[in-house]
């Protein structure tokens, strides 16, 4: 049988919502500095590089094969004929060249959509910079990917020497077909689902006892009743972000110290996320408060929080999402940072009882269809208007301290480019880079055009912070 790897449940579920209105790849911006004296063409390097590394990391060579009628989730197949000028593209900017005109061209490319039919991944080397930098945009389809696994993508394409390392070239294999039988899709999804079930049937018990010993703890401490229940079940409240979005984007980049920023939090006890939170916080309320539009109760932001044992890297996504007030509802700057220390505190303890009990995968025969349904409902109904579940999405990266490098470039910046979706249009993602925090601040042009302005604000709170501090 030809050699398949099924997609989780979770996995799939990135490709069943995603509609034209929401592609759901996730990329990244940079700059990179060419060796002094270069004399080369840096995209025909960058291809010639990648050639020889494409498998060392699977979304390299991986495409989709779809089951058929759409009667579940969809498996990965190896694809042996990779088209590199496809995948890798050339594109210069106009003069001036500047860092706005990269960001821009940066979320025009984003708005597409990935082609299904082969493996889901697009690079772009940019040239054109003022500065004589290299600018470089990747994005992958989430379905593939998720923030840890992009870590061990990166470790597939960089080096930590400006000469690159040697890398053993792949064993020879044999070619695969184009296409799957009918007979042999049908036959892995059955066993894929009974595998599933047996998963499902095995966490069930651990899951059972936790949830009840949580809510005995609840009652005996807390004495929940009916007010308390309504809060929970409360609605974020309603600002700009909050709506069905289109395809066009708009990409604002900002680069922080880390240090500083780590040293400015622990000072008031607060932990580097902590920290991060509380500039985009603050940086929020400074923004609706500008256009009066600030609610009166508090954002709720969004939060990744991945599953993923130490050590794993395979290529899929082990990650759930949490929610964490931002109280943005709160004048004071330093009771603000206090109140979100308090969030992310229960949150580490509701992960810590119920973390690795949390399935990321689970029987879901006509997930496709179902999901692909219910995502074009939200987002063309007007649900994303009145239905809100977050008010922003934010997540944090940790990246390398070091010096990354390819094809003999030197890395300058590592700004995340994430997902805008329906009733969430605006998306922060922080990646940690050679002593910097590299915010990436994504949002749907519609609902949020001037994403820019909210960058600055964030480094004015980062300076009022300093200032504070001092």
Not at 291 to 305: I, N, T
Not at 385 to 391: E, G, K, T, V
Request: net charge positive; proline share 6%; hydrophobic share 45%.
């Amino acid at each position: 049988m030809e050699k398949m790897h099924h997609l989780s449940a979770m996995d799939s579920a990135f490709l069943h919502l995603e509609t034209a209105e929401m592609p759901m790849h996730v990329g990244s911006l940079h700059r990179y500095q060419l060796p002094e004296g270069y004399q080369g063409n840096w995209y025909e390097d960058v291809k010639a590089h990648l050639a020889k590394r494409l498998h060392l990391a699977p979304v390299f060579t991986r495409k989709l094969a779809l089951m058929p009628f759409d009667l579940a989730n969809p498996v990965w197949i190896e694809d042996d004929d990779i088209d590199l000028d496809y995948h890798i593209r050339h594109t210069v900017l106009p003069k001036p060249g500047t860092q706005e005109q990269l960001e821009a061209l940066a979320a025009r490319l984003h708005s597409s959509l990935l082609d299904r039919s082969r493996p889901l991944w697009e690079f772009y080397v940019i040239e054109g910079l003022a500065d004589g930098t290299m600018g470089f945009y990747t994005k992958v389809h989430h379905a593939a990917i998720d923030g840890q696994a992009g870590v061990a993508l990166g470790n597939a394409m960089l080096d930590i020497t400006p000469v690159p390392r040697a890398v053993k070239p792949p064993r020879a294999r044999r070619s695969h077909r184009y296409q799957l039988g009918v007979a042999e899709l049908l036959g892995a999804a059955l066993s894929n689902t009974l595998r599933q079930v047996a998963m499902i049937g095995k966490l069930a018990l651990p899951l059972g006892k936790a949830l009840l010993g949580s809510a005995r703890e609840s009652l005996a401490e807390r004495r929940v009743g009916l007010g308390a229940l309504r809060e929970l079940l409360k609605m974020p409240p309603r600002t700009p972000f909050n709506a069905s979005i289109t395809n066009q984007r708009v990409f604002a980049a900002l680069s922080l110290p880390l240090d500083e920023a780590k040293r400015l939090g622990k000072a008031h006890g607060a932990s580097i996320n902590d920290t991060v939170l509380w500039l985009c916080s603050t940086a929020l309320r400074d923004y609706l408060k500008e256009s009066r539009e600030l609610p009166d109760d508090s954002l709720v932001a969004g939060v990744p929080v991945s599953l993923r044992a130490e050590g794993d890297t395979r290529m899929n996504n082990q990650v759930t999402m949490s929610l964490v007030e931002l109280a943005t509802n709160e004048k004071d700057p330093l009771e603000r940072l206090r109140r979100i220390r308090a969030a992310t505190a229960s949150m580490k303890d509701t992960m810590g009882a119920f973390g690795e009990l949390i399935p990321t995968d689970f029987p879901s025969p006509g997930a496709p269809w179902l999901l692909s349904g219910l995502a074009s409902l939200y987002g063309r109904s007007g649900l994303a208007d009145r239905i809100r579940l977050a008010s922003v999405a934010i997540s944090n990266v940790p990246g390398s301290p070091l010096p990354l490098y390819m094809a003999g470039a030197k890395m300058l910046d590592y700004y995340p480019v994430s997902i805008a979706a329906h009733g969430v249009a605006l998306n922060i993602t922080v990646q940690s880079y050679m002593g910097q925090l590299c915010f990436g601040l994504i949002a749907c042009r519609r609902a949020v055009p001037d994403v820019r302005d909210i960058a600055t604000a964030m480094q004015r709170a980062f300076e009022a912070f300093r200032q504070r501090s001092a």
